[in-house]
């Protein structure tokens, strides 16, 4: 009986030595340490900033670089020798016009030169009598104001022939009335490229008969467009000249016309309450036509901003962070307050210093542990 109780205490013995187990781990605590995935580390940089407007805006032709011909005179068109969309040198004809107007402005200065050696005549001739004593001064001094007034008339009409598109060299022919034609020449009276055209063969066109006559022909130089661009009231204050406009075609937002700009409206339009705000773009190959519509972006100021690169902002449970290097592998998570993002970065406002050592990549299973 005594050796089987024995025996039963070494069984049980036994059995318990075999059911022990380890204590478990102590539960880690403190900083994360790197997990090994690969992680960048940046510190924050100070950036220029640009405030940027964005609006709409329509290309016209520049007016200081265009040219309107007008009719010189009232006559019937004979001939139309340039057409839309032709390029011009000075001195292209563009078109030809009989008119009567001609024929007189001829006979003027025929007359007026004819009245001018007359004059010379009687001047010396006075002159000569007065030297005798035949005559009294009154006498001398009526004959050069007579020699005075035929000398402008007939520079009056020269000058009239000139605008007639008659050279210096017809005028001799003109004065002896050897030239009686009524035919005017019309031509482009600067390079550039015909963009409107309002004359045909066999229309009369009219001088002088209205404030604002009718452009038979325009003549543009596209080299550069002006770009007139809305701008809203509370942004007005926000323009200046001299500021940098960026225009953008809707098909095309990859390229971009760069301007400045040289004019602000003075007024404010009553219908879309809006000023205009004019800048000169360059126009290489013509791309940007008359009448277009643009998307514009005007440089409105710069500052100094502190940025860190967008992947190092962090979000969770509705609160901005970002993960700092404390040291080797270890990480501390810090609270930030961001402004907008630009050009892949993102300004941050507060929470962080130049000093500070930040994740930029391979935060995502850091950031669950970050304290």
Known sequence: MRAFVILLLLTSLASGCGDSKPPPPAAATGAPKDTGNPVTVVRPEVRTKVAILETTGKVQFNEEQLVRVNAPVTGRVIEVLARPGEVVEPGHVLFVLDSPDLGLAKSEYAKGVSDLARSERALKLARELLEVKAIAEKEIREAENDHNKALAERDRAAARLRTLGIRPDQLKDIADRADASTTVTVRAPRSGVIVERSVSPGQVVSYGQSDTPVSLFVIADLSTMWVLADVYE?????????????????????????????????????????????????????????????????????????????????????????????????YERRSVKTGPDFDGLTEVVDGVTAQDRVVSTGGVLLKRDAR
Request: net charge positive.
């Open 234 to 330: 509370p942004d007005v204050p926000k323009v200046r000249l001299g500021q940098a406009m960026r225009v953008t075609l809707p098909c095309c937002p990859q390229d971009r016309y760069v301007g400045k700009v040289v004019h602000i409206g003075a007024a404010v339009d009553k219908d879309s309450r809006t000023v205009k705000v004019r800048a000169v773009v360059p126009n290489p190959g013509g791309v940007l036509k008359g009448e277009m519509f643009v998307k514009v972006a005007i440089d409105t100021g710069s500052w100094q901003a502190l940025t860190l690169p967008q992947s190092a902002i962090q979000r969770a449970d509705g609160s901005t962070f970002v993960l700092l290097e404390k040291g080797k592998g270890e």
